[in-house]
């Protein structure tokens, strides 16, 4: 058998830099950002199912294995509305702008509640939620904004005594009452505006935690829940409407309770704490986001 020895020799590999170059792996970075203060609502939007989930288990991890359920919501306002009674009305005798006494504190501590326990959860969040954060990426400002929303509900429940006790009363609500979901979320910002600041410092400094139910408890005495701004000093009222839950407290007695005359310039005094707050804490937050996932 003849064999053609052109045709038998090895075919010679083609040379190293003839073949193509393998394609490199798709690498995805993910940075913090660094213009001020770049809150992205559009990834915010894109994300806000989860947003809607830390909210929901926020609320069910509250009320988990409890025997009275909900009615807690009720309890620690109205339990609140009955010392005071005692204490500021029965025996200090404190005004309450002709309002029965019971209605004008029970109004007041609606807000702060909301405030005050969306306070103590955003500050908390951020620790709370330490195996999600180190392992998972998505927008860090949800974990704070979920704990903020979260009280919306028991808000709702303590409303139903307070309306109640308008009818039992004769209360009547005016055309402010249409202000009452405004009122809601400035209430719900003053909260977030100081959470941010305060989650992002618990994170590296747990310090921070101890002593929020302090700061809770001297700041409610420093707003009218129990007394009314008429009883503040003329020559402290200038200072005394920085406070932001001045503001918000005033609104709502005027919205619900038809006080005549609403202190306007507290409100915006109030909105303008808000507002300045809410930027310097998201500000604060985002320089702080890229080390939360190492820290905490």
Do not use: C
């Not at 809150?39 to 894109?46: G, Q, S, Y």
């Amino acid at each position: 058998m003849i064999v053609d020895q052109e045709q038998a020799k090895p075919v010679a590999a083609a040379p190293e830099e003839t073949r193509p170059a393998a394609r490199p792996a798709a690498v995805t970075r993910i940075e913090a950002a660094r213009r001020w203060p770049h809150v992205n609502v559009r990834e915010l939007w894109e994300y806000r199912e989860l947003l809607y989930f830390l909210v929901w288990r926020d609320i069910k991890v509250v009320y988990k294995q409890t025997a009275i359920g909900m009615a807690w919501a009720i309890l620690q306002p109205l339990t609140t509305m009955v010392v005071f009674t005692f204490v500021f009305k029965g025996i200090a005798d404190v005004p309450s702008d002709g309002l029965p006494y019971p209605v004008f504190a029970y109004t007041a501590l609606l807000p702060w509640n909301l405030m005050a326990g969306a306070l103590n959860r955003s500050t908390a969040s951020l620790v709370s939620q330490s195996n999600l954060i180190s392992k998972v990426y998505f927008p860090r400002l949800l974990v704070p904004l979920s704990a903020t929303m979260s009280g919306v509900v028991d808000f709702s429940i303590a409303m139903l005594i307070l309306v109640a006790m308008m009818v039992w009363f004769g209360i009547v609500p005016g055309w402010g009452a249409l202000m009452l979901p405004a009122l809601i979320v400035l209430a719900l910002a003053a909260a977030l505006s100081v959470g941010l600041w305060l989650s992002a410092l618990n994170v590296k400094y747990r310090d921070v935690g101890h002593g929020v139910p302090f700061l809770i408890h001297v700041w409610m005495f420093a707003s009218p829940v129990a007394y009314p701004v008429s009883e503040v000093p003329e020559s402290w009222q200038y200072l005394y409407r920085f406070n932001p839950m001045v503001g918000v407290i005033e609104g709502f007695r005027w919205a619900l309770l038809g006080k005549d005359q609403p202190d306007f310039a507290a409100m915006a005094v109030t909105a303008v704490m808000v507002a300045v707050l809410l930027v310097g804490g998201l500000f604060y937050f985002k320089r702080m986001e890229e080390t939360f996932a190492d820290v905490v």
